[in-house]
């Protein structure tokens, strides 16, 4: 059954209405037929079966069948990922909303190559993340819209006092991340750093250290950026 996204505020009493991009992509991508059933959900843990009563380009009217609220997972992961170079982002984006994190904050790093020329430039990255996340949603039955923020640097990140975690780490202080796991809170949220491609800068590593991140070391060879993440966010899961 494909699944829709319906915001918040435009569920109401009897007919919920998909308009915009998701009515064009029911009725014309898809070609979901009328009395056909699909799923919508809110982003906020709410999801419905439907089934379709009208449908055009620009409204998709819906019936609901049968609904269910999603609880809020008690653990939230907090990705706190900066950026790489090329479009290994979307992919890092997607495949952490599969493996379940509740927010992510990209990092411009110092050695990031990635660069944001103004704030216009950082709202559209948003933007672009913000979709790519929603149809990661969309596909794997998360019913908790990820958030992605605007790209900060990490001073800024850090200014949040609440973040707490770990931080992928080569530096020798670095403990395994088995003997990390079992010490992580198993409420509340959980942030996880990734450094760039030349890794975290020495100062980086201090102002995460000073915020209360501990150092973890994912093994003696030395990963790219995506794969670093994922491992992390695997064993999240996992454990």
Not at 29 to 49: K, N, Y
Not at 128 to 153: S, Y
Request: proline residues 6%; hydrophobic residues 40%.
């Amino acid at each position: 059954m494909n699944r829709y996204y319906l915001p918040p505020s435009d569920w109401v009493e009897g007919v919920l209405r998909l308009s915009g991009d998701e009515a064009k992509h029911c009725a014309q991508v898809m070609r979901e037929p009328e009395g056909g059933l699909i799923e919508v959900f809110d982003g906020l843990g709410t999801s419905a079966r439907c089934e379709i009563i009208t449908s055009s380009r620009s409204e998709v009217c819906l019936k609901i069948l049968e609904k269910h609220q999603t609880p809020r997972p008690t653990r939230q992961v907090v990705l706190l990922q900066s950026v790489p170079k090329g479009k290994n982002m979307d992919w890092i984006v997607q495949k952490a909303v599969e493996l379940g994190v509740s927010r992510i904050i990209p990092v411009l790093a110092q050695h990031c190559v990635f660069k944001v020329s103004n704030a216009v430039d950082a709202q559209k990255k948003r933007e672009k993340w913000q979709r790519v996340a929603l149809e990661a949603c969309k596909q794997c039955g998360q019913n908790w819209l990820v958030d992605v923020e605007l790209p900060q640097r990490l001073e800024t990140i850090l200014a949040d006092e609440t973040l707490k975690g770990f931080v992928g780490s080569l530096e020798e202080a670095a403990r395994p991340l088995k003997e990390m796991i079992p010490e992580l809170p198993t409420a509340g949220e959980v942030a996880v750093a990734v450094g760039p491609e030349g890794d975290f800068s020495p100062q980086e590593y201090q102002q995460l250290y000073s915020a209360g991140f501990s150092p973890v070391s994912l093994g003696s060879l030395i990963l790219r950026v995506e794969t670093a993440t994922f491992l992390l966010l695997s064993a999240l899961v996992i454990f």
